[in-house]
Nanobody, 126 residues
Framework: QVQLVESGGGLVQAGGSLRLSCAAS????????MGWFRQAPEKEREFVSV????????YYADSVKGRFTISRDNAKNTLYLQMGSLKPEDTAVYYC???????????????????WGKGTLVTVSS
């Protein structure tokens, strides 16, 4: 079973950048597709991005496309989310997740992924 721990959240001004990290343990990191989700206050969880096992394929929600970049370092068992041009509406708890299956599509992970971290809070001030 995979354990996931996010870090890197914090307070940033609109237009700024932030990089989130997700450290994985307890499993073979390179055997999982990895994703980021977020949940804003009083809103449902939202898919952000997913990356395949090798890192060669990625997919983004329309709301973050062109501003966020997902990447992974399989040697370090770590997933990243580089966030740029941040907006107040990006404010949310960001969750790292792992799944055995990679799927690039808007509804692929509507039921979530297999394993989840506890999240890290990102607050974007206007």
């Amino acid at each position: 079973q995979v354990q996931l721990v996010e870090s890197g959240g914090g307070l940033v001004q609109a237009g700024g950048s932030l990089r989130l990290s997700c450290a994985a343990s307890g499993g073979i990191f390179s055997s999982y597709a990895m994703g980021w989700f977020r949940q804003a206050p009083e809103k449902e969880r939202e898919f952000v991005s997913v990356i395949n096992r090798s890192g060669a394929s990625t997919y983004y929600a329309d709301s973050v496309k062109g501003r966020f970049t997902i990447s992974r370092d399989n040697a370090k068992n770590t997933l990243y989310l580089q966030m740029g041009s941040l907006k107040p509406e990006d404010t949310a708890v960001y969750y790292c997740a792992a799944d055995k299956i990679y799927c690039a599509g808007a509804g692929c992970y509507k039921d979530g992924m297999d394993y989840w971290g506890k999240g890290t809070l990102v607050t974007v001030s206007s």
